[in-house]
């Protein structure tokens, strides 16, 4: 399933993970596999499930494999975070619309502070009825429909500041 700026959101997230890693915070990465009935992506064992080679986990980096878009449902990922004292959390990845903004909410749900890095993401152009929304139009929506309440929605380079 091809998204938009996919390639451009990835590099972003990889300058995310490397800020990390250079700060010795900690980077825990959440991997979508698909058991739904009538999957047709994230289907175990093949390409488009795989973590793209510049945002692989490193040896001691938690992976959290998850089957739903909400990466807290039937995932150790929240008792990890309280067990680690976690609080505060990044979010970037695929796709806005579905997993981005199901996890911000759940996050927001259960007390995180959070922010999400809008050109570390990326979505699809999506249909409703008649209408064909673009992935620009979805991508933008869902961030601003996050931003201020659920999440602070801010640019990769201004994580960063504040991160420094």
Request: glycine share 6%; hydrophobic share 40%.
């Amino acid at each position: 399933m091809e998204l938009h700026k996919s390639i451009e959101a990835g590099m972003n997230i990889k300058k995310l993970i490397n800020h990390f890693r250079s700060k010795s915070m900690p980077v825990l990465h959440v991997q979508h596999i698909s058991v739904y009935p009538g999957a047709t992506f994230f289907l175990p064992g093949t390409p488009g499930a795989e973590i793209h080679d510049n945002v692989k986990p490193l040896a001691g980096e938690k992976l959290f494999v998850k089957n739903y878009p909400n990466s807290f449902r039937k995932t150790d990922l929240h008792n990890y975070l309280k067990e680690n004292d976690i609080s505060k959390l990044v979010i970037v990845g695929m796709m806005t619309h579905m997993c981005i903004d199901t996890t911000v909410r759940a996050a927001f749900d259960l007390e995180y502070e959070l922010m999400v890095a809008g050109d570390g993401c990326a979505t699809r152009a999506l249909q409703f009825g008649k209408h064909e929304i673009s992935a620009e139009n979805v991508h933008n929506s869902f961030l601003a429909a996050i931003n201020s309440v659920f999440a602070r929605v801010l640019t990769t380079s201004e994580i960063i500041e504040i991160l420094k």
